[in-house]
């Protein structure tokens, strides 16, 4: 088996190692943001949850769907709020599907701070677009992820596709 290194992904993972436990969740610092702002990275807002592009994306419009409410157990989920996560993780894959034309998708989540959750105390849900042959040598030996898009440019592209499939 070959080994895809992602030494990238450290610097994101140790840059919430320091942080104040007194000091606001990223996720919760979101909850009042609006999406039509392009100075926030929400494509979409439901009644339960949100759907945000990554900041630390590890392709072209790497979304993450999170519920409002602050929790880190899978368990605790309500059913409403499971059903919301689906039903926008689908929205989420017909927004990317129709603005940047992926060939496959990674979808899923990671579970506690061994499982590599950056965001370990606000479980949220990832949904990667990914394209054959979209991993390079850039990041195993330049320890660099190209991303070739601006994030607010693909927030836009997004934000009309949500709107477009909304009015479906």
């Not at 088996?1 to 996720?27: A, G």
């Not at 849900?125 to 195993?140: A, E, L, Q, S, Y």
């Amino acid at each position: 088996m070959e080994k895809l290194w992602s030494p990238w992904r450290s610097q994101y993972i140790d840059s919430f190692k320091h942080k104040d436990e007194e000091d606001q969740c990223v996720f919760c610092e979101m909850v009042n943001e609006s999406p039509e702002e392009l100075s926030n990275l929400i494509v979409d807002k439901g009644l339960l949850t949100f759907t945000v592009l990554n900041l630390f994306p590890y392709n072209n419009g790497h979304l993450m769907i999170v519920p409002y409410r602050h929790t880190s157990a899978f368990i605790s989920l309500t059913d409403d709020e499971n059903l919301e996560i689906m039903h926008k993780m689908r929205l989420a894959y017909n927004a990317l599907k129709e603005t940047l034309h992926p060939e496959g998708f990674n979808m899923g989540l990671n579970l506690g701070k061994g499982a590599g959750a950056g965001i370990h105390e606000h479980i949220h849900f990832h949904i990667v677009p990914r394209w054959n042959g979209d991993t390079n040598f850039m990041p195993v030996l330049g320890e660099v992820k190209v991303i070739s898009q601006d994030l607010i440019e693909t927030k836009k592209k997004l934000l009309e596709a949500y709107k477009n499939l909304k009015s479906q």
